[in-house]
């Protein structure tokens, strides 16, 4: 009766926009999950708790509790505990990785951050106004977001060496975890086409709901998983799944039978990664630039794009040469002690989550599948295990996914709802969710590798 009243008296009250925590899944799916995962209710509650705000990124990773409680105790740990940087950088530098990406949600999330543990709101004006230390990260931050192979440790010692405004080894660590972080954490948030909280900038508009919002494949779908145009697609989606796993079977045969030589294993990864590297994004269309904070902060000059149309190659990083296993783990965890362990944790917990099935079957070992998306990733990135036999890469993930991965490791504010529907039609949202974990753990990897390979061979 109030609002009513408040209508009456001339008063604007704004509406909600958008349907829930995603553009993409529909809102009941995920309400449901903690509905019926007593520790995903936990583990809300306790996130409530601790943050006294329950966001949309965790309300989606609800999905996957494992998942979930492995990455708000990291997230939790760089954020607000005992580390190298003091708390208002940290933030800084979370709305600097974002902004790469024009991610307004996560900027705008940490700009509340920022502003309330004593940040100076003239900071938020862009990088010329921040301090000198944080204006030497600008450069690192594009060169990890978008092209990471190109970082040498003489960009390193620059910040080691800084005349007045000098890194140390613990802090620079503290940086580079942040930054990848936020700029993965971009990918995840556009790739499950996460809305801003209601009560968040972006939340709410005073603008008549109305139809040009939505394209008219969204309309004919009613947005939820008995997908209409289904029909017109039935012949050529019938048995999706089961093509699949026929092919990882027929796989694992091979496997067993012929072994290829290390030389045709090379030229397998040479000539998928080069495929990679001409894989379109998002139809290329160009971004609207950014109105919010973001636009602060970015050189739209430089991203993943325009080094590709040049036809630059990324060189080859060999995984066994340089590996987070073998070299990255232990140097982060002996310069900012137990991130090393909470990330290795949140990475094997992505890399080995499965629940046997696909789609409706059961008892599916998936990890061919898993590894094949993980190491395509890598491969984008020009990183190579030998063991691998990149030949894999084409029988599992069709042309439609690979431009879905693509766009979303490299362009991810060019995802689109069309595209997170065209690949894996027939999976439920829970299981392209777990893909976008995915993705976001072998992006964040793949750019920690080449910042952290940098890092030691200052050292040595």
């Known amino acids: 009766e109030k609002l009513q009243r408040k209508g009456d008296l001339g008063i604007r009250i704004p509406r909600p926009l958008g349907n829930g925590p995603s553009s993409f899944i529909p809102e009941k799916e995920i309400l449901q999950v903690s509905k019926v995962d007593t520790r995903t209710q936990e583990i809300f509650e306790d996130a409530f708790a601790a943050l006294r705000r329950l966001d949309n990124i965790s309300l989606i990773m609800g999905f996957h509790p494992q998942y979930l409680e492995s990455f708000l105790r990291t997230q939790h740990y760089l954020l607000q505990m005992d580390g190298p940087l003091p708390l208002h950088y940290r933030h800084y530098i979370g709305i600097m990785a974002a902004a790469r990406h024009q991610c307004s949600y996560l900027v705008n999330l940490h700009v509340n951050d920022f502003l309330q543990v004593g940040g100076d709101p003239k900071w938020l004006n862009g990088l010329s106004e921040a301090p000198q230390k944080l204006q030497q990260l600008g450069e690192l931050n594009k060169i990890l977001a978008h092209r990471p192979w190109l970082i040498t440790k003489e960009h390193i010692e620059c910040f080691l060496k800084a005349e007045e405004h000098s890194w140390s080894l613990a802090e620079l660590i503290h940086a580079v975890v942040l930054l990848t972080h936020y700029h993965s954490l971009s990918s995840f948030t556009f790739g499950c086409g996460i809305m801003p909280e209601i009560n968040c900038d972006g939340g709410h508009t005073f603008r008549p709901p109305s139809l040009s919002q939505y394209c ?3 309309i004919a779908n009613g947005n939820s998983h008995a997908n209409h145009h289904d029909d017109l697609l039935g012949n050529q989606m019938c048995g999706e799944v089961e ?48 109105r919010d904070i973001s636009r ?38 002996r310069l900012y002690p137990d991130v090393g362990q909470m990330l290795d944790e949140k990475f094997q917990m992505a890399y080995n989550l499965t629940y046997n099935t696909m789609a409706t079957h059961k008892d599916v070992d998936t990890s061919m599948l898993r590894r094949a998306i993980w190491n395509y990733i890598h491969c984008m990135f020009g990183i190579r295990y030998d063991d691998y036999d990149y030949g894999e890469i084409n029988q599992l993930l069709d042309r439609s996914f690979k431009i879905y991965i693509k766009t979303m490791v490299c362009s991810p504010e060019k995802t689109t709802k069309r595209m997170y529907e065209s690949f894996w039609r027939q999976f439920q949202h ?31």
């Open 216 to 218: 008219v494949c969204d």
């Open 243 to 290: 093509v699949l796993m026929e092919r990882m079977k027929h796989l694992q045969e091979c496997r067993d039978d012929e072994e290829a030589s290390q030389e045709e294993m090379a030229t397998r990864f040479e000539r998928e990664k080069t495929e990679s590297m001409l894989v379109v994004t998002a139809e290329d269309e160009e971004c609207v630039p950014s």
């Open 296 to 333: 602060h902060f970015e050189d739209t000059s430089y991203g993943y794009q325009d080094f590709a149309r040049r036809g630059e190659q990324v060189p080859t990083f060999r995984a066994q040469d340089y590996s987070w296993e073998d070299h990255g783990f232990s140097l982060v965890n």
């Open 430 to 460: 829970s299981e392209k969710v777990h893909v976008n974990l995915l993705l976001m753990e072998a992006r964040m990897q793949a750019e920690l590798l080449y910042a952290l390979r940098a890092i030691t061979r200052y050292m040595t």
